[in-house]
């Protein structure tokens, strides 16, 4: 069983375009992340949310949404696709608070290419 | 504020020599420390953590880091290269409070020579 899935796991698409990637993670974990991953595989966080609630949102455009619907789900939407959102977003997940290990579990990642 | 700094994009050993990657990290509060893998395509496996117990950390694959505050280093090593050790690494630090949120290194593609 994967503990932390991504659909899709590529996403070839116009620039303009609008586009969803979803995730979801059965390990009961109460936070869920974004990353992306450039060119040169730097990775920066982007959103976090614990227990549905936002609790990260660094500096992306406002043309990125998250929506968590429950605990165990994170979406990420996309509007007016730019040539510069091409790259390997990441989804991760963790359990906080004392006595939790704090490790990051992440998904396969879902490549983003934006002709 | 955290940081972390990855010394050396790249490295290459020999198979059977010793791996060495290097990490120091910048923090106001104790931190966590962390070490992935990533191979070609994939996703990011843990490696290894630092949580504030013991200051030796063993993780998975024969890989091993020490927590040096003194140092502020955490650096990576492999007593023996082995072919599938070939790959991405990344360093990471959090802190216990606040968001959790990782800073990650700029990664050491480690490249392992017949």
């Known amino acids: 069983d994967t503990a932390v899935s991504q659909t899709p796991k590529y996403l070839v698409t116009q620039m303009g375009n609008d586009k969803s990637i979803k995730c979801e993670q059965n390990?009961?974990?109460?936070?869920m992340y974004w990353y992306k991953q450039d060119s040169k595989k730097f990775l920066k966080i982007m959103f976090s949310?614990?227990?549905?609630?936002?609790?990260i949102n660094e500096t992306v455009p406002n043309r990125f949404s998250p929506k968590s619907p429950d605990k165990a789900h994170l979406n990420l939407h996309i509007n007016s696709l730019e040539l510069g959102d091409s790259a390997v977003y990441f989804c991760?997940?963790?359990?906080?608070?004392?006595?939790?290990?704090?490790?990051?579990?992440f998904g396969p990642g879902t490549r983003l290419t934006v002709t | 504020a955290q940081s972390v700094t990855q010394l050396g994009s790249h490295v290459s050993v020999s198979e059977g020599a010793l791996v060495l990657l290097r990490c120091n990290y910048s923090?106001?509060?104790?931190?966590?420390l962390f070490w992935y893998v990533q191979y070609p395509n994939q996703g990011l496996q843990l490696l290894l953590k630092?949580?504030?117990?013991?200051?030796l950390v063993k993780g998975i694959n024969g890989f091993e880091a020490e927590f040096k505050k003194s140092e502020t280093s955490f650096h990576l090593t492999k007593p023996s290269a082995h072919m599938s050790d070939a790959a991405e690494y990344f360093c990471?630090?959090?802190?216990?409070?606040?968001?959790?949120?990782?800073?990650f290194g700029t990664g050491t593609r480690l490249k392992v020579l017949a």
């Open positions: 390990l009961g974990h109460d936070t």
């Open positions: 923090s106001s509060v104790p931190p966590y």
């Open positions: 990471a630090v959090s802190v216990a409070s606040g968001t959790y949120k990782y800073i």
């Open positions: 630092y949580t504030s117990a013991a200051t």
């Open positions: 949310y614990n227990n549905k609630e936002l609790i």
């Open positions: 991760a997940s963790s359990q906080v608070g004392e006595g939790s290990g704090y490790e990051q579990y």
